[in-house]
């Protein structure tokens, strides 16, 4: 520990070059793990915020939600199966305010739900986003599919689909404007879930992978991330394979006079673990603080937890690629390293 201190302060300049190196590539990392986060909330925290489950659709909608129809005999067999089964139709949509201005909207219906709200006839209720449009409570509205308004019976809080605000209504309005009473999909609370002949079924996960729009965003953001990671052990490596060579002869006198192997390891990986962690609590301090003074639309989201998880990556990333390079350290026979360094 004290070897590696003084190696530090001995070379502040290069060591601190790394430290900022790392300091930036982990804030990156974060600030674009908290947009990615905060996308995949703001596109689908209807079903983000639902308890753990299994959603049910036709098998001959091949995981496309829009396309699946639950018919009166299908419903009755889920029923069957679950007497807790949840359904639920999602179509997008618009509806008009009194200033003739339209707003987009996730139309939302639901029956045997205990997580939605329960809306009447010619009634909804929206995502309190929509507020800052100008609409307000007992609002009427209007949509072209329909003969009559919509009042506005209230708003809930973090309710989207796909980044438009949802707009719940009762099934018998939803029915009279997509011309059907089928629900879209079926849902079961809990993890053991009854197989039902010809419909699929998914996990929250694996339901939310089949919207176009919310995995396309997260595969690409995710990649980013990995690519950072990737790079910051590349970094971590070429550094101290540099270092190393530069300390061949130094190497080779520490083990002339009896220093071991591991012990050198331990010299570098306690550098690397200095510089690393002073690194990553200025980059979550920022990051948290970035969260706290973003502006309200934007999607950003970065738990402490989530922080905790990707600094720990780093920590493992590090170790891996100060070790790769440490592998020289091994190889340095006293003698050849002395008579290199005297070169």
């Given at each position: 520990m004290k070897m590696a201190w003084k190696e530090i302060m001995k070379s502040k300049t290069r060591y601190l070059i790394l430290g900022s190196i790392i300091f930036l590539i982990s804030l990156l990392t974060m600030i674009i793990s908290g947009l990615a986060n905060g996308l995949s909330y703001d596109n689908a925290s209807l079903i983000k915020d639902m308890p753990e489950g299994t959603f049910y659709m036709q098998e001959e909608a091949e995981g496309q939600y829009n396309f699946s129809s639950l018919?009166?005999?299908?419903?009755?067999?889920?029923?069957?199966?679950?007497?807790?089964?949840?359904f639920l139709s999602i179509q997008m949509g618009e509806v008009e305010a009194a200033d003739e201005k339209r707003h987009g909207v996730a139309f939302v219906s639901t029956a045997n739900s205990d997580h939605f709200p329960d809306v009447e006839a010619k009634r909804l209720v929206l995502d309190?986003?929509?507020?800052?449009?100008?609409?307000?409570?007992?609002?009427?509205?209007?949509?072209?599919?329909?003969?009559?308004?919509?009042?506005?019976?209230?708003?809930?809080?973090?309710?989207?689909?796909?980044?438009?605000?949802?707009?719940?209504?009762?099934?018998?309005?939803?029915?009279?404007?997509?011309?059907?009473?089928?629900?879209?999909?079926?849902?079961?609370?809990?993890n053991e879930a009854p197989v039902i002949d010809g419909l699929s079924q998914f996990t929250n996960d694996e339901f939310l992978n089949t919207i176009p729009?919310?995995?396309?965003?997260?595969?690409?953001?995710?990649?980013?991330?990995?690519?950072?990671?990737?790079?910051?052990g590349m970094l971590f490596g070429i550094f101290f394979?540099?270092?190393?060579?530069?300390?061949?002869?130094?190497?080779?006198?520490?083990?002339?006079?009896?220093?071991?192997?591991?012990?050198?390891?331990?010299?570098?990986?306690?550098?690397?673990?200095?510089?690393?962690?002073?690194?990553?609590?200025l980059s979550v301090g920022i990051s948290q603080l970035l969260g706290a003074v973003m502006p309200e639309g934007m999607p950003f989201l970065l738990t402490l937890s989530s922080s905790s998880m990707m600094s720990l990556v780093f920590?493992?990333?590090?170790?891996?690629?100060?070790?790769?390079?440490?592998?020289?350290?091994?190889?340095v026979e006293p003698m050849q390293a002395i008579n290199q360094g005297g070169m």
């Amino acid at each position: 520990m004290k070897m590696a201190w003084k190696e530090i302060m001995k070379s502040k300049t290069r060591y601190l070059i790394l430290g900022s190196i790392i300091f930036l590539i982990s804030l990156l990392t974060m600030i674009i793990s908290g947009l990615a986060n905060g996308l995949s909330y703001d596109n689908a925290s209807l079903i983000k915020d639902m308890p753990e489950g299994t959603f049910y659709m036709q098998e001959e909608a091949e995981g496309q939600y829009n396309f699946s129809s639950l018919d009166g005999e299908t419903r009755n067999e889920i029923e069957e199966a679950s007497s807790d089964a949840m359904f639920l139709s999602i179509q997008m949509g618009e509806v008009e305010a009194a200033d003739e201005k339209r707003h987009g909207v996730a139309f939302v219906s639901t029956a045997n739900s205990d997580h939605f709200p329960d809306v009447e006839a010619k009634r909804l209720v929206l995502d309190n986003s929509i507020m800052k449009e100008g609409i307000s409570e007992d609002e009427k509205m209007t949509n072209g599919l329909l003969d009559h308004s919509l009042k506005v019976d209230g708003f809930t809080d973090q309710q989207k689909f796909s980044h438009a605000p949802v707009a719940f209504i009762n099934h018998d309005d939803f029915q009279n404007m997509y011309r059907t009473d089928a629900f879209q999909l079926a849902f079961i609370e809990g993890n053991e879930a009854p197989v039902i002949d010809g419909l699929s079924q998914f996990t929250n996960d694996e339901f939310l992978n089949t919207i176009p729009s919310y995995s396309a965003e997260q595969l690409s953001l995710n990649m980013i991330v990995v690519f950072l990671f990737v790079i910051s052990g590349m970094l971590f490596g070429i550094f101290f394979y540099m270092i190393n060579v530069q300390k061949i002869a130094t190497y080779g006198i520490l083990k002339a006079v009896g220093v071991k192997t591991s012990t050198l390891f331990k010299m570098m990986w306690v550098q690397m673990i200095i510089i690393t962690i002073i690194s990553l609590v200025l980059s979550v301090g920022i990051s948290q603080l970035l969260g706290a003074v973003m502006p309200e639309g934007m999607p950003f989201l970065l738990t402490l937890s989530s922080s905790s998880m990707m600094s720990l990556v780093f920590l493992v990333v590090g170790f891996i690629g100060s070790t790769v390079s440490g592998i020289q350290i091994s190889k340095v026979e006293p003698m050849q390293a002395i008579n290199q360094g005297g070169m």
